[in-house]
């Protein structure tokens, strides 16, 4: 039973955007927080950023902090990340997750996506 559904990844070249979207059902959404975690090929998944219920605490990794945004739409049950600025390292399968504290421990949250591939061309 898949919860969390990862979409908007793909290739793009260095410099552009792309925003990925995380599609939840409503038990693993609702008065959670969201985060995404990144995997490059050959490394450890890392954090990415995160995002309370309500939108009012975020926190980034310092490589993307000033080109990447976090939001939701908690009507949709939905959250987003926009990738500005995009780097080569920045390539990696990104996976959205939810948990019950806004965090950057991947051990905090205790739903995962499948992923989505995005590759930063140079």
């Known amino acids: 039973q898949v919860q969390l559904v990862e979409s908007g990844g793909g290739l793009v070249q260095a410099g552009g955007s792309l925003r990925l979207s995380c599609a939840a059902d409503?038990?693993?959404?609702?008065?959670?927080?969201m985060a995404w975690f990144r995997q490059a090929p050959g490394k450890e998944r890392e954090f990415v950023a995160a995002i309370s219920w309500l939108g009012r605490t975020t926190y980034y990794t310092d490589s993307v902090k000033g080109r990447f945004t976090i939001s939701r739409d908690n009507a949709k049950n939905t959250g987003y990340l926009q990738m500005s600025s995009l780097k080569p390292e920045d390539t990696a399968v990104y996976y959205c997750a939810s948990g019950l504290v806004t965090a950057v421990v991947a051990g905090n949250y205790d739903h995962w996506g499948q992923g989505t591939m995005v590759t930063v061309s140079s």
């Open positions: 409503r038990r693993t959404f609702v008065s959670r927080a």
